[in-house]
């Protein structure tokens, strides 16, 4: 046994003074009292283990138990944050992209639209510089008309004047040009 040789040891190291005081009784074993003392160790042992150890093992059990759930179950968290994570990216990278293919749509009308009032522009402007064409063309006419018109009661006016009055020449050249300037000078005052 090693408790008698630790004993034997502390008692070998104790000064020789000390011992020579205790006397003999320090190195003597009292047989009955190692016996009650192992019985009373190992009642001690079965109370404990039966009232102590086992409540205590079982609690450390439990908290083991405890631990070992949170453990899995903070796995279990993390593999579904992990999942949510991983669901959250890819539902931010289909809205960016349905938000390119929006822009791009947007854009494509915009540019749709921009090309359908440039060409309705462009052909209304072509209707109304037609619209021009045809009104100066019907005033050109009209002024054509009105020169022709005045030219005819012109020359009617100036071979009346002429047949009243049947001279030379000359004179017929400047009655005609007296009476264009009189008809200038009307236009002038009017």
């Not at 439990?62 to 796995?75: P, Q, V, Y």
């Amino acid at each position: 046994m090693r408790i008698p040789a630790l004993t034997a040891v502390a008692l070998a190291a104790l000064p020789a003074q000390v011992a020579a005081q205790e006397g003999a009784d320090l190195v003597n074993v009292d047989l009955g009292l190692l016996v009650l003392t192992i019985v009373v160790f190992l009642l001690v042992l079965v109370v404990l283990g039966k009232f102590a150890w086992g409540p205590m093992l079982g609690a450390l059990e439990a908290r083991e138990d405890g631990i070992r759930s949170s453990i899995d179950e903070a796995k279990a968290m993390r593999a579904e944050a992990e999942e949510l994570r991983e669901e959250h990216r890819k539902e931010l990278a289909d809205a960016r992209r349905q938000s390119q293919e929006i822009l791009a749509e947007g854009r494509a009308a915009a540019e749709r639209i921009r090309g359908e009032m440039e060409e309705k522009a462009r052909h209304e402007a072509d209707r109304i510089l037609e619209r021009a064409r045809i009104e100066i063309g019907r005033e050109r006419d009209a002024a054509l008309e009105e020169i022709r018109r005045e030219s005819v009661e012109l020359a009617l006016a100036a071979a009346s004047r002429l047949l009243d009055e049947r001279l030379t020449a000359d004179r017929d050249r400047q009655l005609v040009e007296g009476y264009l300037k009189d008809i200038r000078a009307e236009q002038v005052e009017a």
